[in-house]
């Protein structure tokens, strides 16, 4: 098992462009999540989901999109990129709720900056 | 919303030494876990233990162990016979909440 994958590992953006953020897990997790972590910082949620078709904000969602078309993916979509966009971004997944006995499996982060 | 603290951005141990790294938090369900996760320089995140507050029993990981307050909404993680691969950032856990995490060093 590749557990979740992420692409790309580093994106340099400037004002104002959009990309698209790729996560992938193939544990037939229910559960997936969007966190960005800042410089020397915890992690934040940006966006989760619960399964496919089923997506809710998180703390910080403001500038960010998500969707859940199948399991497997769930992808982050930046619109309109902005400076303070500037963060390392983790895609986790596990098969309950966080809180709920589970564990979460982290991709490896991607790294972005918007200039 | 459940909230994470831990108030020690730095901390440092001697090999071989005994560690302890903060945490409190806050919640309003009446069941949930704990997670203790390690972010090393490579960044990749690993779960270190977990406790359920339902249960009494502090959990334990080999060389980790919690200290689970659930009075004192206190979850602290004690490291014994500190390694050098064990120098990382450290950061507790709740349901879908972190702290800002504390960097541990470890000095040979």
């Known amino acids: 098992n590749a557990g979740v994958t992420q692409t790309p590992k580093f994106r340099i953006l400037k004002i104002g462009q959009s990309m698209t953020l790729q996560c992938t897990q193939d544990?037939?997790?229910?559960?997936m999540y969007w966190y960005r972590q800042d410089p020397g910082m915890g992690l934040k949620l940006i966006y989760y989901s619960v399964g496919a078709g089923i997506t809710d904000k998180g703390e910080v969602p403001n500038g960010y999109n998500v969707s859940r078309s199948t399991t497997e993916d769930f992808p982050l979509r930046l619109e309109l990129a902005a400076p303070s966009q500037t963060s390392v971004y983790f895609c986790a997944s596990s098969y309950l709720r966080s809180g709920g006995a589970d564990e979460q499996f982290f991709g490896p982060g991607t790294r972005l900056t918007v200039l | 919303a459940q909230t994470v603290t831990q108030s020690q951005p730095e901390m440092s141990v001697q090999e071989a030494e005994t560690v302890t790294l903060s945490c409190t938090y806050d919640?309003?369900?009446?069941?949930?876990?704990l997670f203790w996760y390690k972010q090393p320089p490579s960044r990749q995140m690993i779960l270190v233990i977990r406790?359920?507050?339902?249960?009494?029993q502090n959990a334990t990981e080999n060389r980790f162990s919690v200290n689970f307050q659930k009075a004192a909404k206190s979850f602290s993680l004690k490291i014994s016979d500190s390694q050098l691969g064990d120098a990382a950032m450290y950061f507790c856990?709740?349901?879908?909440?972190f702290g800002a995490g504390t960097r541990l060093t470890v000095k040979p």
């Open positions: 919640t309003s369900e009446s069941d949930y876990y």
């Open positions: 406790q359920e507050a339902y249960k009494q």
């Open positions: 856990a709740g349901d879908m909440r």
């Open positions: 544990m037939n997790h229910n559960y």
